[in-house]
């Protein structure tokens, strides 16, 4: 009787684990997909309109059925937030990211991605939304982790190196339209892609700054907030790619690869990882869901190397190597910062109770110190700790 009770816990605690490695498997591939269908032509501008529309229809009807009740009034103020959500999400960051994406090579764009949490975390200290106090060293890890990210981009961006050889890559042929063919690639458009990924990356962590004040009004709205910002993203593309396209043969789709890149990006990315992602993140945590990042990045390697002969060069191994050691170093400085904050919050009951307040503040002091270690998976309501809790809790997914 022992065995199965056994099994079923393991299985109960290993389900995060394999939800993340699906995910990561999925981030992958729209990696390949979307990198296929930019080699194939398709402007990356009409696959950002095609992608967030997918992902409008799919989520806007779960929003509709799980949270019609008790909507927040979208005043002028809350437009605005959600306006300039959509621009740096499906308009800035989409836009660069398939642009870079289009110029260097799936596994380079993941690598540049890890770069995320330390951007997001300098733009919080420049927003005075993150403590800073030099003597902890959870607070060096993250500064040195940032430095280390930060030099491995530019290790990545200025130097390409000798190509490392795959052992499977030398008998691999496919088709040519797949392949990235490094050689027509100049070093120019190669800097010019980097550039591109580090401005995506960029508008990336500035939507987390911002949807840190957004989640304020939608706290359990998050799937209408989602649905809104990707139809709002969905209308602000089409306006971009008006200007940027003249030609309205670039808004053709058929049954081919470019609607299956879009589909997939707006339903699997955008969508089900979203939901996916949230139910981790409430169980184990943004630091434990961030920790995830890098493997996409091996997967893309792997499967870019099979279907794309994708050329890995030695500079991008090293640069990768080191925004690797970067990230984990943030990630351990948040996650340090999330213990010492919730071991902080459970002091606070006890010295409620002791105090013998009055009972009707009491409940209201434990139930918000409850509510944000629900919300945010720490024990403060700061804006700088609401942010780690975003960190992967994305209003649109790459």
């Excluded at 806007?60 to 909507?71: D, G, L, S, T, V």
């Excluded at 999400?89 to 380079?108: E, M």
């Excluded at 200290?125 to 890890?141: P, Y």
């Excluded at 919050?345 to 409940?363: M, N, Y």
Aim: aromatic share 12%; hydrophobic share 50%.
């Amino acid at each position: 009787m022992a065995k199965p009770g056994c099994c079923s816990g393991f299985l109960e605690a290993s389900k995060p684990y394999f939800a993340m490695i699906s995910l990561q498997f999925g981030y992958a591939g729209m990696n390949i997909l979307s990198k296929v269908s930019l080699n194939g032509g398709m402007s990356h501008y009409v696959l950002v309109v095609y992608r967030h529309a997918f992902a409008t229809a799919v989520i806007a009807p779960f929003a509709f059925i799980f949270e019609r009740k008790a909507q927040p009034r979208i005043t002028f103020p809350v437009f605005v937030q959600i306006f300039f959500l959509a621009l740096l999400g499906p308009v800035i960051d989409q836009n660069f990211y398939y642009a870079g994406l289009k110029y260097t090579s799936p596994t380079f764009s993941c690598a540049i991605s890890n770069m995320l949490p330390a951007m997001t975390f300098v733009m919080a200290v420049i927003f005075r939304m993150e403590k800073m106090s030099l003597k902890k060293v959870r607070c060096q890890a993250k500064i040195v982790g940032t430095a280390v990210t930060v030099a491995g981009a530019m290790l990545m961006t200025l130097y390409k190196g000798p190509i490392v050889e795959m052992v499977w890559s030398k008998h691999i042929h496919p088709p040519k339209s797949y392949a990235t063919n490094s050689s027509a690639n100049s070093d120019k458009d190669w800097f010019k892609g980097s550039i591109f990924l580090i401005i995506a990356t960029l508008a990336w962590s500035g939507l987390f700054v911002l949807q840190t004040h957004a989640l304020k009004t939608y706290k359990n709205h998050q799937l209408s907030l989602t649905s809104l910002v990707c139809f709002v993203g969905t209308l602000q593309a089409i306006a971009v790619t008006f200007v940027m396209e003249h030609k309205t043969s670039v808004w053709k789709i058929g049954f081919d690869m470019n609607l299956l890149a879009a589909a997939y990006a707006g339903i699997v990315t955008s969508s089900i990882s979203y939901y996916v992602q949230g139910l981790v993140i409430k169980k184990k945590g943004p630091v434990f869901a961030t920790a995830f990042s890098p493997l996409m990045m091996i997967i893309v390697a792997i499967l870019g190397s099979f279907i794309l002969a994708e050329k890995i060069f030695l500079g991008g191994v090293l640069g990768s190597i080191l925004i690797v050691m970067g990230l984990y170093s943030v990630l351990w400085g948040k996650h340090k910062e999330s213990v010492e904050n919730k071991a902080h919050a459970e002091e606070i009951p006890d010295a409620i109770k002791v105090a013998q307040v009055s009972g009707k503040l009491a409940v209201t002091i434990i139930g918000d110190i409850e509510a944000n270690e629900i919300q945010m998976g720490k024990g403060s309501s700061d804006d700088h700790q609401e942010l780690a809790a975003t960190n992967k809790d994305l209003v649109c997914c790459r």
